[in-house]
């Protein structure tokens, strides 16, 4: 998921905080001139006495939003890569948002990961398995959570966290329809699609990580994996806490399924549609998830991706592999619109539509000056 497990780890203020996402950088294997003369600029920014640094910053960061693709501003002036029909970054309003507060001393986070889980993750969707998952979070708190979304609670707060998709969840989700439908969300994150797709009309149920199914990292040389799993594990519990605070929150019926992505349990049932949002790139097998997937899905898939790939390519069937050249064990594909619009062709999903959107992306370690939007696409491919 987003947050970078361990490498770059930092705790600032107390809570678990993380560098900006590496793998949602654009690719630096068909950037390699951009990727060298970055390099070059950082290292020797990183000898500038700090004033002098920060005098230099934002014209430096100006420059790169021009040129660097994938970023917003790329490609011309405008902001748009010629050749792709990105649309600006819609108007995001001010709104004052509050971080979770600080856990009480003494009081560590509700952790539920790792626990036994049932035999096959079977059982989850019977009343009785959602209601036993329901009370091992019936006293999550906000100060127990990451919120990977920007979240609105019912109450009228507002929840700080990296991603804000409020206001651009129908884009994100390419416009497909939702009202009386039976969704299943993979990897939901902290569940703000969850909460927005339910007001919409559809019935949710959420899939994500279980309790014995370890996170895909890729096996980089020099990275100590299994200190960076643990790490991985323990965010990813402080984000499936944050689903269920929203949950409860909200009131509502979206129910919470947990086991292995490329397996998943045998009566999790058919749905009309199947969500995808921005988990593929982290998956050591995309297809056969989409493949799981498929065979459960009626109507439609939708997958979100970043877009790491020019007009030349967008449209070609291109897989990009270590995204991040090294730099993250989270980030395994690039995927062009093109790959996955054939994935699903072969999977019975031949009729797709693809869409470009900007969200606005806030680096946990440097919210303010970090502060950038990201250029996704959305394909939504139907039977
Ligand atoms: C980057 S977040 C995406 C959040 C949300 N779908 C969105 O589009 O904003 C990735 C999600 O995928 C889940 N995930 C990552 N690896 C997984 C795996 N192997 N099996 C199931 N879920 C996984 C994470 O726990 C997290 O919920």
Not at 104 to 112: A, H, Q, W
Not at 244 to 249: E, G, I, K, N, Y
Not at 321 to 334: A, C, E, K
């Amino acid at each position: 998921m987003c947050p970078d497990p361990g490498e770059g780890q930092t705790k600032l203020g107390g809570r678990d905080r993380y560098y900006a996402d590496p793998t949602m950088e654009p690719d630096p294997q068909s950037q390699d001139l951009y990727a060298r003369v970055r390099a070059a600029a950082r290292a020797a920014a990183r000898r500038l006495p700090e004033p002098a640094a920060r005098v230099l910053r934002p014209a430096a960061r100006k420059v790169a939003s021009f040129w660097q693709p994938g970023a917003a501003g790329a490609g011309s002036p405008e902001g748009t890569r010629p050749g792709l029909p990105i649309p600006p970054l819609r108007h995001i309003p001010e709104v004052v948002a509050i971080e979770p507060p600080p856990l009480p001393e003494g009081r560590e986070r509700l952790t539920v990961w790792p626990d036994t889980p049932p035999p096959g993750y079977l059982g989850q969707l019977e009343p009785e398995g959602q209601k036993r998952l329901a009370e091992r979070w019936a006293g999550v708190r906000l100060e127990d959570c990451f919120f990977y979304h920007r979240s609105a609670l019912p109450d009228g707060r507002v929840i700080e966290g990296p991603w804000n998709l409020i206001g651009g969840e129908s884009e994100y989700l390419g416009g497909v329809d939702l009202d009386g439908r039976r969704v299943l969300e993979l990897g939901p994150a902290s569940g703000w699609l969850t909460v927005w797709m339910e007001q919409r009309g559809a019935h949710v149920v959420g899939f994500d990580l279980g309790w014995d199914v370890q996170p895909d990292l890729l096996p980089l040389p020099g990275l100590d994996l299994d200190r960076m799993r643990a790490d991985h594990i323990r965010t990813v519990s402080h984000v499936q806490n944050a689903w269920w605070f929203l949950q409860h929150a909200y009131g509502l019926t979206a129910e919470a399924v947990y086991g292995s992505i490329y397996d998943l349990p045998a009566d999790i049932g058919r749905y009309d549609v199947s969500v995808f949002g921005s988990i593929l790139l982290h998956l050591r097998d995309p297809f056969q998830a989409l493949h799981q997937a498929a065979q459960r899905t009626d109507e439609a898939i939708v997958v979100v991706e970043p877009l790491r790939h020019g007009p030349l390519e967008a449209y070609q069937p291109i897989v990009n592999f270590n995204i991040t050249r090294g730099g993250s064990p989270n980030g395994w594909w690039g995927l062009s619109p093109g790959a996955v619009v054939d994935m699903l062709g072969v999977l019975g999903f031949p009729a797709a539509t693809l869409s470009f959107h900007r969200q606005p992306y806030r680096p946990e370690n440097n919210p303010v000056e970090g502060a950038t939007s990201v250029i996704n696409y959305t394909v939504v491919a139907r039977r």
